[in-house]
C-alpha cells in the first residue's frame, strides 16, 4: 500500500504527524530514521509505520517527504539515488535554504520537487505552510499536496525567491521569544510571573485574534489602542526610540542569510 514517506523523524515530522492524527488523517504514515529511540517516540504518539530500512520505506512513497537538516540533505538523496528503489516521482523538501535547483541536482531522476516550510503548530492544527511548487508539478500533484498540508492548518503559495524572507519572518520562534522579553519586563516591574505572563499573552494572542477577527487595519486599531499622552503611546514611542524596529529588521536580514548559507552548503 502507498503512503506518505518522511525521510527523518525529527521534530517538524513529529508535529506533522500529530497534527495529522488529530485531522483524522487515515493514510499510511512512514517513517525513516536512523535513530530508534526518535522512532518510538512518533509511533506511540501518532501510530506511524516504522520502515525497517531506506529501501523499503522509498518504495511505498506516494509522497516522499524530505525531513532532516539542511547540511543532510545532500548526503541523504544520494542514499535515496543508491538504495535501489524506484523513488516517486513527488517529493517534498522542508528543508530550510535548500533552493529547487539543488535538490533536483542531487537526486538522480526526474522528480517533482516541492518546498514546504510547516510551522510546528501544526501539530495543534493551527500551522501555516509556505509552499513553492517546481514548474513541472501536475494540478493533481498541487492539489494533493495542498490537501495534505491544508489537513493541519493554512497554506500559501510563494515565489521560490521569496522563501528565504518567509521562512525567517514567519516561525512561531517570533512568538515565544516576544512573550518571553515582554513578560520578563513585567516581572523586572514588579508583576508576579503568572500575572506578567498573563498580561504579555494578552497583549500578544489577544490582540492578534481581534485584528484577524475583525478585518480592521492594523494602522486603525494601533489609533484605538494608543491614546495620545496615555501609558500605550508612551511605551510604543520608548520602545521605538530604543531601537525596537531596527533590531527585528537585524534578525530577519541574520535569518535569510543564515537561509542562503545552507544553500551553499
Known amino acids: ?53 531506506l529501501k523499503s520505506a522509498v518504495g511505498r512513497a506516494e509522497m516522499l517527504v524530505v525531513a532532516v537538516r539542511p547540511a543532510s540533505v545532500a548526503e541523504m ?33 526526474p522528480a517533482h ?22 514548474r513541472d508539478v501536475t494540478g493533481s500533484e498541487r492539489r494533493l499536496v495542498r490537501s495534505f498540508f491544508e489537513r493541519v492548518g493554512a497554506t500559501l503559495e510563494i515565489s521560490e525567491k521569496h522563501f528565504d524572507a518567509f521562512t525567517a519572518a514567519y516561525s512561531s520562534s517570533h512568538g515565544y521569544h516576544a512573550l ?26 489577544d490582540g492578534i ?20 499622552g496615555g501609558i500605550a503611546a508612551a511605551t510604543m514611542t520608548a520602545m521605538e526610540k530604543s531601537g525596537y524596529a531596527r533590531v527585528v529588521r537585524s534578525g530577519i536580514r541574520a535569518g535569510i542569510k543564515q537561509a542562503r548559507r545552507n544553500a551553499k552548503r
Not at 542514499?79 to 535538490?103: D, H, I, K, M, Y
Not at 514546504?116 to 493551527?126: D, E, K, T, Y
Open 113 to 134: 520537487w516541492v518546498r514546504a516550510m510547516p510551522s510546528p503548530v501544526c501539530r495543534v492544527g493551527r500551522g501555516l505552510t509556505a509552499l513553492s511548487f517546481e
Open 180 to 205: 518571553t522579553t515582554l513578560a520578563k519586563a513585567g516581572q523586572e516591574a514588579g508583576l508576579d510571573r503568572e500575572t506578567a505572563l498573563t498580561a504579555a499573552a494578552h497583549a500578544l494572542s
Open 77 to 109: 538523496l544520494a542514499e535515496v539515488t543508491a538504495c535501489g528503489a524506484p523513488a516517486p516521482r513527488l517529493c517534498v523538501s522542508l528543508a530550510a535554504g535548500v533552493p529547487l535547483r539543488n535538490l533536483r541536482g542531487w537526486l538522480g531522476h
Open 1 to 53: 500500500m502507498k503512503a506518505t514517506v518522511f525521510l527523518g523523524g525529527g521534530r517538524i515530522t513529529g508535529a506533522l504527524a500529530a497534527g495529522l492524527r488529530l485531522a483524522g488523517y487515515e493514510r499510511a504514515i512512514v517513517v525513516y530514521d536512523r535513530n530508534p529511540e526518535k522512532l518510538r517516540a512518533l509511533r506511540r504518539e501518532s501510530r506511524v509505520e516504522v520502515a525497517r530500512d
Open 209 to 228: 485574534f481581534y485584528w484577524r477577527e475583525s478585518g480592521q487595519h492594523l494602522e486603525d486599531l494601533l489609533r484605538e489602542a494608543v491614546t495620545p
